[in-house]
C-alpha cells in the first residue's frame, strides 16, 4: 500500500500474551474507544467490539499468545490477529456453535463456550482465516462502514 | 444533558483531586477554574465526594423556604427512613411529621413502585430470551452512562418510567391537586431526572431537597425515630426496600410468573464491568440486571446524611419480611393495561461523544494526529494541565481546545531549547571581516 493511503489510516496494535485472563479485554476496549472517537454508528462499533473481543480471547485461551491490530480507514474497519500457536486442524468444525477444543481451566471462568469464531464471522462482512498445525493461525475480519 | 452540580469559583482553589474521580473525564479545571463539561456529566456525584473544600455542591432548592409555607407535600426517597433511629416505619413517620407540616406520601409511593415492579416482570416475561437480560431504569446515572458510553444497550433498558415519577402523576391524578411537590433525593441525579425534561415527559415534581438538609433540619426539630422495636404491628413498605441493592430485583421475582434469574451490582467500577460484558453478550441466561453507581446502592448517595453501613442495618428493620397483599395482581393488572401510566413515551436516545469530527476521513486524519501528539506526551497522567489524562489533552489539542504547551513537561522543553538558542544567539559574534586582519 502506498504512503497516501497510509495517511488516512488509523492501526491499532496490541500484543496479547497467553492465559493472561484478567488483562484480556484491554485491547478491544481500546479498539471502541477508537472507533467511538471517530464517530463510527453504535452499532457497527458494537460488531467490532465482538470480533476485537473473541478474537483476543481466541489469543489468551488457544494461540499462545500473538498480536491483535486494527486498521480504521473511512471504508472500512479490519481486525487481523497473528499467533504462532498450535493452528486449527480443521477450520470448517472450529466454525460450528459450540464446538470447542479450551481447556478446563479456560472453561471453569466462563470462556471458550465454542461460540468465539461463529460470533466473529456473523458480525463482519469478510472473513477470513489461515491457519497451519504446528504453524499458527492468522485470522481477519473486516466491517464494510460505507453500507 | 444539563448536571445537577454547582461549582463555586470562589471556594475552588483549582487543584485537580476531583479530575480523576469522574468516570467520564467530564472535568477540566483550566486557569485554576473548573468546568463540567455537559455533554459527558452523569451526575454521579463523584466528585463531590473528593472535593476538600465544598467547591462542587448539590443543585437542590432551599429546604427552609420551601418548608416555611407551612405544609409541605414529599415524595420520601426510599433512602429516606434509614437516616433516622433503627425503626421508623414509613407509616410512623407520616404520623409524626404530620406535626411539623410535612405530608410524606407514601401509599402512591407504595403503589407507583409495586406497578413498575409489576410492569417490569410483565415486559421481562414477553421479552425474547436473546434479548435479556433487561437493565433497571431506577439510578439515572446508569441510563445516562448508557447513553454515552454503552449506546448499544439502550434497548435493553427497561421501557417504564422512573417509579419516582410514575407516583408523582399517580398521586396528582388522585388527588387531582396542583400543590408543590418535594422529592427528598439522595443523589445529583434525581434533580436531574426531575428537572430535566428533555430526556422524557416533564415530571410533575417541583422542588427537590437533598436528604441531608432535610434530615438535618428535621432532628434539629427533635425527630427521632421510636426506640421500641413495634415491629410486629408496623407495616413493612416494599418501595423501601428498593434503598438497599437488590430490593427492585426482589420486588421484580415476587410478580414473576416463572422464575427470573436476576444480578444486582452497585459502584461505578461493578457498573461498567456489567455493562462491558452485557455489551459482549457473555451474560446469558440472566433476565435482569440492576446496577447503582453508588457503592451499597441508594444508601451510598452523596446527598445522604446516615452511614452506608449503618442504614443498611436499619433499613433491613424496617422493610424485611415484607409481603405481597392478598389480591394485588388482579389491583395492579388494570392500572399496568393503562401504559400510559407507567410506559416511557419516547425512547431514550444515545448520547454520543462529540467525534472528532462528522466527516470520517477528517475524523480519521484528526485521530491520527492526535495519536502522534499523544505519542509525544509523558503519558503519566498528572493532571497538571487541568485535563484528567495526556490523551484527553491531546484530545483538547486537536479540537483546537488546548495547546502543547498545556503540558508542563513539554512547556519546560520548549524553555530548555529557547534557553539554548537565546545562549547560542547571545554568543553570537560577527565573523572579522578580511580587510581586518
Same mark, same amino acid.
Given at each position: 500500500?502506498?504512503?497516501?493511503?497510509?495517511?488516512?489510516?488509523?492501526?491499532?496494535?496490541?500484543?496479547?500474551?497467553?492465559?493472561? /485472563?484478567?488483562?484480556?479485554?484491554?485491547?478491544? =476496549?481500546?479498539?471502541?474507544?477508537?472507533?467511538?472517537?471517530?464517530?463510527?454508528?453504535?452499532?457497527?462499533?458494537?460488531? $467490532? @467490539?465482538?470480533?476485537? /473481543?473473541?478474537?483476543?480471547?481466541?489469543?489468551? #485461551?488457544?494461540?499462545?499468545?500473538? =498480536? #491483535? $491490530?486494527?486498521?480504521?480507514?473511512?471504508?472500512? #474497519?479490519?481486525?487481523?490477529?497473528?499467533?504462532?500457536?498450535?493452528?486449527?486442524?480443521?477450520?470448517?468444525?472450529?466454525?460450528?456453535?459450540? /464446538?470447542?477444543?479450551?481447556?478446563?481451566? @479456560?472453561?471453569?471462568?466462563?470462556?471458550?463456550?465454542?461460540?468465539?469464531?461463529? =460470533?466473529?464471522?456473523?458480525?463482519?462482512?469478510?472473513?477470513?482465516?489461515?491457519?497451519?498445525?504446528?504453524?499458527?493461525?492468522?485470522?481477519?475480519?473486516?466491517?464494510?462502514?460505507?453500507? | 444533558?444539563?448536571?445537577?452540580?454547582?461549582?463555586?469559583?470562589?471556594?475552588?482553589?483549582?487543584?485537580?483531586?476531583?479530575? &480523576?474521580?469522574?468516570?467520564?473525564?467530564?472535568?477540566?479545571?483550566?486557569?485554576?477554574?473548573?468546568? %463540567?463539561?455537559?455533554?459527558?456529566?452523569?451526575?454521579?456525584?463523584?466528585?463531590?465526594?473528593?472535593?476538600?473544600?465544598?467547591?462542587?455542591?448539590?443543585?437542590d432548592d432551599?429546604?427552609? *423556604?420551601i418548608?416555611?409555607h407551612?405544609s409541605v407535600n414529599a415524595l420520601p426517597d426510599p433512602t429516606f427512613f434509614?437516616?433516622?433511629?433503627?425503626?421508623f416505619y414509613p407509616d410512623n413517620a407520616r404520623e409524626l411529621l404530620v406535626?411539623?407540616g410535612i405530608n410524606i406520601i407514601i401509599d402512591d409511593m407504595e403503589n407507583a413502585f409495586d406497578l413498575s415492579a409489576y410492569a417490569t416482570a410483565r415486559v421481562i416475561e414477553d421479552?425474547?430470551?436473546?434479548?435479556?437480560?433487561l437493565?433497571s431504569v431506577y439510578c439515572p446515572?446508569v441510563v445516562?452512562? +448508557?447513553?454515552?458510553?454503552?449506546?448499544?444497550? +439502550?434497548?435493553?433498558l427497561l421501557p417504564t418510567e422512573n417509579p419516582i415519577d410514575i407516583c408523582a402523576d399517580m398521586w396528582r391524578k388522585k388527588t387531582q391537586s396542583y400543590a408543590p411537590l418535594t422529592l427528598f433525593t439522595p443523589c445529583?441525579s434525581k434533580v436531574t431526572l426531575v428537572r430535566d425534561p428533555t430526556e422524557k415527559r416533564p415530571s410533575t415534581i417541583q422542588h427537590i431537597v437533598?436528604i441531608?438538609?432535610v434530615?438535618?433540619?428535621? !432532628?434539629?426539630?427533635? %425527630? &427521632?425515630?421510636? *426506640?421500641?422495636?413495634?415491629?410486629?404491628?408496623a407495616i413493612k413498605r416494599r418501595f423501601a426496600g428498593w434503598a438497599m441493592?437488590?430490593g427492585e430485583s426482589r420486588h421484580i421475582s415476587r410478580f414473576g410468573?416463572?422464575?427470573? *434469574?436476576?444480578?444486582?451490582?452497585?459502584?461505578?467500577?461493578?457498573?461498567?464491568?456489567?455493562? !462491558?460484558? %452485557?455489551?459482549?453478550?457473555?451474560?446469558?441466561?440472566?433476565?435482569f440486571?440492576e446496577?447503582r453507581?453508588?457503592?451499597?446502592?441508594c444508601?451510598?448517595?452523596?446527598?445522604?446524611?446516615?452511614?452506608?453501613?449503618?442504614?443498611?442495618?436499619?433499613n433491613?428493620?424496617i422493610v424485611?419480611?415484607w409481603k405481597l397483599p392478598e389480591g394485588i395482581e388482579e389491583r395492579l393488572e388494570p392500572i399496568y393495561n393503562d401504559t400510559k401510566i407507567w410506559k416511557r413515551s419516547s425512547p431514550i436516545?444515545?448520547?454520543?461523544?462529540?467525534?472528532?469530527?462528522?466527516?470520517?476521513?477528517?475524523?480519521?486524519?484528526?485521530?491520527?494526529?492526535?495519536?502522534?501528539?499523544?505519542?509525544?506526551?509523558?503519558? %503519566?497522567?498528572?493532571?497538571?494541565?487541568?485535563?484528567?489524562?495526556?490523551?484527553?489533552?491531546?484530545?483538547?489539542?486537536?479540537?483546537?481546545?488546548?495547546?502543547?504547551?498545556?503540558?508542563?513537561?513539554?512547556? !519546560?522543553?520548549?524553555?530548555?531549547?529557547?534557553?539554548?538558542?537565546?545562549?547560542?544567539?547571545?554568543?553570537?559574534?560577527? &565573523?572579522?571581516?578580511? &580587510?581586518?586582519?
Open positions: 500500500m502506498s504512503d497516501g493511503e497510509e495517511k488516512n489510516k488509523i492501526r491499532i496494535e496490541h500484543s496479547i500474551a497467553a492465559g493472561d /485472563y484478567l488483562k484480556a479485554g484491554g485491547a478491544s =476496549n481500546d479498539i471502541k474507544e477508537t472507533l467511538k472517537m471517530i464517530g463510527i454508528p453504535p452499532n457497527i462499533t458494537r460488531r $467490532a @467490539a465482538i470480533i476485537a /473481543y473473541e478474537a483476543e480471547m481466541n489469543l489468551v #485461551i488457544h494461540g499462545g499468545g500473538g =498480536n #491483535i $491490530a486494527a486498521n480504521i480507514d473511512d471504508k472500512q #474497519i479490519e481486525i487481523v490477529t497473528t499467533d504462532h500457536g498450535p493452528g486449527i486442524p480443521d477450520v470448517a468444525l472450529a466454525l460450528q456453535e459450540g /464446538y470447542t477444543t479450551a481447556n478446563d481451566n @479456560a472453561r471453569s471462568m466462563g470462556f471458550g463456550a465454542g461460540m468465539g469464531l461463529p =460470533n466473529i464471522k456473523r458480525n463482519s462482512d469478510v472473513f477470513n482465516i489461515d491457519s497451519e498445525v504446528g504453524k499458527g493461525t492468522t485470522l481477519k475480519a473486516a466491517i464494510d462502514i460505507t453500507k | 444533558m444539563p448536571h445537577s452540580i454547582v461549582i463555586s469559583h470562589t471556594a475552588c482553589r483549582g487543584c485537580t483531586n476531583c479530575l &480523576k474521580s469522574c468516570p467520564t473525564e467530564a472535568i477540566r479545571v483550566i486557569n485554576g477554574s473548573i468546568t %463540567i463539561l455537559n455533554e459527558l456529566c452523569i451526575d454521579c456525584g463523584e466528585c463531590l465526594r473528593v472535593c476538600g473544600r465544598s467547591a462542587l455542591c448539590l443543585d432551599d429546604w427552609e *423556604t418548608h416555611v407551612g434509614a437516616q433516622f433511629g433503627s425503626f406535626h411539623h421479552t425474547p430470551r436473546e434479548h435479556l437480560p437493565i446515572s445516562s452512562l +448508557i447513553q454515552l458510553e454503552y449506546p448499544e444497550l +439502550i434497548s435493553r445529583p437533598s441531608q438538609k434530615v438535618h433540619a428535621l !432532628r434539629a426539630a427533635g %425527630i &427521632k425515630a421510636p *426506640t421500641d422495636d413495634s415491629a410486629d404491628e441493592i437488590g410468573r416463572r422464575h427470573f *434469574t436476576t444480578l444486582s451490582v452497585s459502584g461505578l467500577r461493578n457498573t461498567m464491568d456489567l455493562l !462491558r460484558q %452485557i455489551e459482549l453478550g457473555l451474560l446469558q441466561g440472566v433476565d440486571v446496577c453507581t453508588c457503592d451499597f446502592g444508601f451510598g448517595g452523596v446527598a445522604v446524611l446516615e452511614s452506608r453501613f449503618l442504614s443498611h442495618v436499619k433491613r428493620n424485611s419480611g436516545p444515545a448520547k454520543q461523544r462529540l467525534p472528532l469530527s462528522d466527516d470520517l476521513s477528517i475524523a480519521v486524519a484528526k485521530m491520527k494526529r492526535m495519536e502522534a501528539i499523544y505519542g509525544d506526551m509523558p503519558h %503519566i497522567d498528572c493532571g497538571a494541565c487541568g485535563r484528567p489524562s495526556c490523551r484527553a489533552l491531546a484530545e483538547d489539542v486537536v479540537r483546537e481546545q488546548g495547546d502543547m504547551s498545556d503540558c508542563i513537561f513539554k512547556l !519546560r522543553e520548549g524553555i530548555a531549547s529557547l534557553a539554548g538558542q537565546i545562549v547560542r544567539l547571545a554568543e553570537h559574534q560577527p &565573523k572579522p571581516t578580511q &580587510k581586518n586582519i
